[in-house]
Nanobody, 115 residues
Framework: QVQLVESGGGLVQPGGSLNLSCEAS????????MAWYRQGPGKERELVAT???????NYVHAVKGRFTISRDNAKNTVYLQMDNLKPEDTAVYFC?????????WGQGTPVSVSS
């Protein structure tokens, strides 16, 4: 079965950086678009970034220029490098696979940006 395991979250000061990882298993990782979502306190889960099977990245406006999504198909891992973090980036970050109309999610990794 599909497993998505996120790691790398933590507490960071504004302007700091974190690099999230999502290790995937149970499916042909190299064939699928992968995504990062986040859910802030009291907010709906929202899309952050996507990366296609061949590495094309897209970002929502709020993170463009600060976040970088990448993937290593040899390691079945997708990354989210987050720079110049802001308090409004505070959220639980989730890795997502959408396949055949179904969503699979990891357990999430929390990110807190505070001074």
């Amino acid at each position: 079965q599909v497993q998505l395991v996120e790691s790398g979250g933590g507490l960071v000061q504004p302007g700091g950086s974190l690099n999230l990882s999502c290790e995937a298993s149970g499916f042909a990782f190299n064939l699928y678009l992968m995504a990062w979502y986040r859910q802030g306190p009291g907010k709906e889960r929202e899309l952050v970034a996507t990366i296609s099977a061949n590495g094309r990245a897209n970002y929502v406006h709020a993170v463009k220029g600060r976040f970088t999504i990448s993937r290593d198909n040899a390691k079945n891992t997708v990354y989210l490098q987050m720079d110049n973090l802001k308090p409004e980036d505070t959220a639980v970050y989730f890795c997502n696979l959408r396949r055949n109309g179904n969503d699979d999610w990891g357990q999430g990794t929390p990110v807190s940006v505070s001074s």
